[in-house]
Every structure is written in structure tokens, then in C-alpha cells.
């Protein structure tokens, strides 16, 4: 009787940890897919031809477990491949090194929710076959949100979307933004 009691008790409290422990650091590899579209500061009528590009997104996050239950930080370092694809002229690919700093919410067991700024660095850029980075900013400031789940394994779903602060172009009346997001796995390495 006392085992079984004791068992129950041990499975409840497990239950109930919705993270790793306070001051535990986590490395996460990932990989998936992101996706880019443009977005203009007024009525473009090329804003109907928009479509999404999508590509690949890599990187790594490491992730710091704060003494407050639900809360961690986490940042990262990702490289996406964004822009726009255009139904009238050609695609616009825009490769960044994206480095999220999120606070991360656990609201509950293994699920958070995720917001946070991204600095972002332009490291190539294409119309076509043309190489247009020189007609671009090489930086991008993000506003970041999004959700994750960690599963028992260490195997962790993330999904992020991130709206653009800074514009894009260099030049012209229109600021145009890219906005996008991404659909990554990873697996979590608990460091000692």
C-alpha cells in the first residue's frame, strides 16, 4: 500500500513539470521548412500577385530554464530561406542568418508559447537569376510568435511566424516588408 502511494505521488509531481529544471540549459538542432511573403506599407496592385516562396530552415536554439516554472529564454541561431514568389515577373529569394531571443511560456506539460524579437542579416539575395542584394537592407529587425511542444523523447515541433519591423527595400515611395515563418523538428540535448 505504502509503494503504491508513493508511486501515485511520484507520477502526479512528474506530471505536473511542465519543463526542465531551473537552471538547466538545453541545445536544440532543427530543421523543417519556412516560408516568406511580402507585405506592403500601402495598396500595391502587385500585392494580388504575392505568393509565398518556400524553403528550408536550419539551425540550432539554445534554451536556459529560469527559476520561475513556466518561463525560459531561449535563442538561436537559423539560417531561412524567405522572399516572395510572383505569378507576373520572377520569384525574389532572400536568404537570412535569423537569430531569434524569445521568453518562452510553458502553459502546460512540455507546451509553450513563444515571443521574443529576431535580428536577421541578409546574406544573399535574387530576382530571378539577378543578384539584387545591393537594392536591399542587410538588416531585418522581427517580431517573433509562436508555439512548441516537446515530447517525452526530447523531439520538439516548433511553429513560429514573425512579422518584419524594418522594410526590405532600400529605395522606392512603397516599403515593403517580408514577413514569414517557419516548421521545424529538433531534439533536445539537456547539458549538465
Given at each position: 500500500?505504502?509503494?503504491?502511494?508513493?508511486?501515485?505521488?511520484?507520477?502526479?509531481a512528474?506530471?505536473?513539470?511542465?519543463?526542465?529544471d531551473?537552471?538547466?540549459?538545453?541545445?536544440?538542432?532543427?530543421?523543417?521548412?519556412?516560408?516568406?511573403?511580402?507585405?506592403?506599407s500601402d495598396?500595391?496592385?502587385?500585392?494580388?500577385?504575392?505568393?509565398?516562396?518556400?524553403?528550408?530552415?536550419?539551425?540550432?536554439?539554445?534554451?536556459?530554464?529560469?527559476?520561475?516554472?513556466w518561463?525560459?529564454?531561449?535563442?538561436?541561431?537559423?539560417?531561412?530561406?524567405?522572399?516572395?514568389?510572383?505569378?507576373n515577373?520572377?520569384?525574389?529569394?532572400?536568404?537570412?542568418?535569423?537569430?531569434?531571443?524569445?521568453?518562452?511560456?510553458?502553459?502546460?506539460?512540455?507546451?509553450?508559447?513563444?515571443?521574443?524579437?529576431?535580428?536577421?542579416?541578409?546574406?544573399?539575395a535574387?530576382?530571378?537569376?539577378?543578384?539584387?542584394?545591393?537594392?536591399?537592407?542587410?538588416?531585418?529587425?522581427?517580431?517573433?510568435?509562436?508555439?512548441?511542444?516537446?515530447?517525452?523523447?526530447?523531439?520538439?515541433?516548433?511553429?513560429?511566424?514573425?512579422?518584419?519591423?524594418?522594410?526590405?527595400?532600400?529605395e522606392?515611395?512603397?516599403?515593403?516588408?517580408?514577413?514569414?515563418?517557419?516548421?521545424?523538428?529538433?531534439?533536445?540535448?539537456?547539458?549538465?
Amino acid at each position: 500500500m505504502m509503494i503504491a502511494v508513493m508511486a501515485v505521488c511520484c507520477l502526479t509531481a512528474n506530471a505536473q513539470k511542465m519543463r526542465h529544471d531551473a537552471g538547466k540549459f538545453t541545445i536544440q538542432p532543427m530543421i523543417g521548412f519556412s516560408t516568406g511573403y511580402w507585405r506592403a506599407s500601402d495598396d500595391d496592385s502587385e500585392s494580388s500577385s504575392n505568393n509565398a516562396r518556400v524553403g528550408l530552415s536550419i539551425g540550432a536554439e539554445g534554451e536556459y530554464y529560469t527559476s520561475t516554472e513556466w518561463l525560459s529564454i531561449s535563442a538561436a541561431l537559423k539560417y531561412d530561406q524567405l522572399g516572395w514568389a510572383n505569378k507576373n515577373s520572377s520569384d525574389t529569394k532572400l536568404d537570412f542568418i535569423n537569430i531569434p531571443v524569445l521568453a518562452n511560456f510553458y502553459v502546460a506539460k512540455g507546451f509553450a508559447l513563444k515571443v521574443g524579437l529576431q535580428p536577421g542579416f541578409l546574406v544573399s539575395a535574387k530576382r530571378g537569376d539577378n543578384d539584387v542584394k545591393d537594392q536591399c537592407n542587410t538588416f531585418n529587425l522581427a517580431l517573433p510568435v509562436g508555439l512548441s511542444y516537446e515530447f517525452k523523447n526530447g523531439i520538439t515541433l516548433d511553429l513560429r511566424g514573425f512579422a518584419s519591423l524594418t522594410k526590405i527595400n532600400k529605395e522606392g515611395s512603397a516599403k515593403l516588408y517580408n514577413d514569414g515563418g517557419c516548421l521545424t523538428v529538433g531534439y533536445k540535448f539537456e547539458l549538465k
